[in-house]
């Protein structure tokens, strides 16, 4: 299989982790034989910096014309001040726009030896397998007007709360669609005890539900959501949430299972291309330094893998070498222990890819992780 991936670092340890996810897709190319052309992007603080623009539309060109798409993380504090439009995070906004990436997924992965890492007791995170469906473009993130407004001489600020019935069918039948190949159960978060987009997402998900008599649907409030996550989150199979609730809560399903950096997420277009992302940020405390974990890239990779290439013997050698270096003791700051192997950056990524290399310790994995 021949693809061509195009690369946005982006800011901080976008860089140092983005470089493991491209080594290991080169060890899986190696060991598998295709090969992937990587082409570089700038987006964020970085692209602010060289081009006047957080997102320079030859990027956007670059990733149009790729099959699938790698990012790092953006902002920092070196941005922090500057004016609203040449914020990093603009940058971010305007692809997922750009590429219509409408739905974001989040799994939340247990790694079986991290239970310890985790701030909840093993019994309730144990086998844990929740993913979370964020809708990506919509919603007060985008909606207008936004403004500082004047009302009855008072000063104030406005922010728009919009979906159309189109942009919430579309992300709930995917959740549906995703949720029949797994556990068959959809959770459908909302405020609809207050918000009119919440009642009209409710409606919307009744409706779908009935094309999918298999899956069960329910539907639960955010701030009970919320709770619920840290309560009871085996209950979970697919959630499907609007944006900002989903921004919320899948950094807390994230760290119930161990650290931020671990995590993947896959945005999904009705044509294409996708775009891959570990869901942690830059890390300015500790960005240069060679100590970031690039796992939650290197899941992404397997996710584009599986995903976007339909790769999924190589996405399972991805994922099963991860479990084995982390099985080993292999570990980076954020997650090390007491008598683990404290590695950085680069000997974490080439402990994986050595492993993804290694044909008969693949095996071996495989049969355990299988
Ligand atoms: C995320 C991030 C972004 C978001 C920020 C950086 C704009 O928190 O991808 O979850 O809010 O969507
Ligand atoms: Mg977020």
Not at 136 to 157: C, N, Q, S
């Amino acid at each position: 299989m021949e693809k061509r991936i195009a690369v946005l670092p982006g800011d901080g340890i976008g860089k140092e982790v983005t470089n493991g996810a491209i080594a290991v897709l080169q060890a899986v190319g190696e060991r598998f034989n295709h090969q992937f052309h990587f082409s570089f992007g700038r987006i964020g603080g970085n692209a602010v910096d060289t081009d006047g623009t957080p997102l320079p539309d030859e990027t956007i060109a670059l990733c149009k014309e790729s099959d699938a798409v790698l990012l790092g993380a953006v902002g920092g504090p070196k941005w922090d001040n500057i004016a609203v439009e040449l914020r990093p995070e603009q940058g971010l906004l305007k692809i997922r726009k750009e590429l219509e990436l409408y739905g974001n997924l989040r799994p939340t992965l247990y790694y079986g030896s991290l239970a310890d890492a985790s701030p909840l007791r093993k019994e309730i995170i144990e086998d844990i397998d929740i993913l979370m469906v964020r809708e990506l473009t919509g919603g007060i993130y985008f909606g207008t007007p936004r403004e500082r407004t004047m009302r009855d001489g008072e000063p104030g600020a406005l922010d728009t709360l919009y979906y159309s019935r189109r942009e919430i069918e579309r992300v709930i039948r995917t959740a549906f669609e995703l949720a029949s190949t797994r556990r068959k159960k959809v959770t459908s978060v909302d405020k609809a005890n207050v918000l009119e987009t919440s009642r009209l997402w409710r409606e919307v998900a009744e409706e779908i539900a009935k094309e999918f008599p298999e899956v069960t649907l329910e539907h639960i409030l955010v701030d009970n959501a919320a709770m619920q996550i840290i309560r009871n989150p085996k209950q979970f199979d697919v959630v499907v949430t609007e944006n900002m609730f989903g921004d919320i809560l899948s950094d807390e399903a994230s760290v119930i299972t161990g650290s931020l950096g671990m995590q993947p997420s896959a945005s999904i277009s009705e044509n294409g291309p996708y775009l891959y992302e570990p869901i942690h940020g830059t890390a300015p405390d500790i960005a240069g330094q060679n100590l970031a974990n690039p796992i939650g890239a290197i899941m992404s990779a397997a996710m584009m893998l599986r995903v976007s290439f339909g790769l999924t013997e190589e996405a399972d050698a991805v994922e099963a070498a991860v479990n084995q270096v982390l099985d080993s003791g292999y570990r980076t700051g954020d997650i090390a222990f007491e008598g683990c192997k404290r590695v950085s950056t680069t000997e974490m990524i080439d402990e994986i890819k050595a492993t993804i290399m290694d044909t008969d310790a693949l095996l071996k994995i495989q049969n355990c992780y299988s």
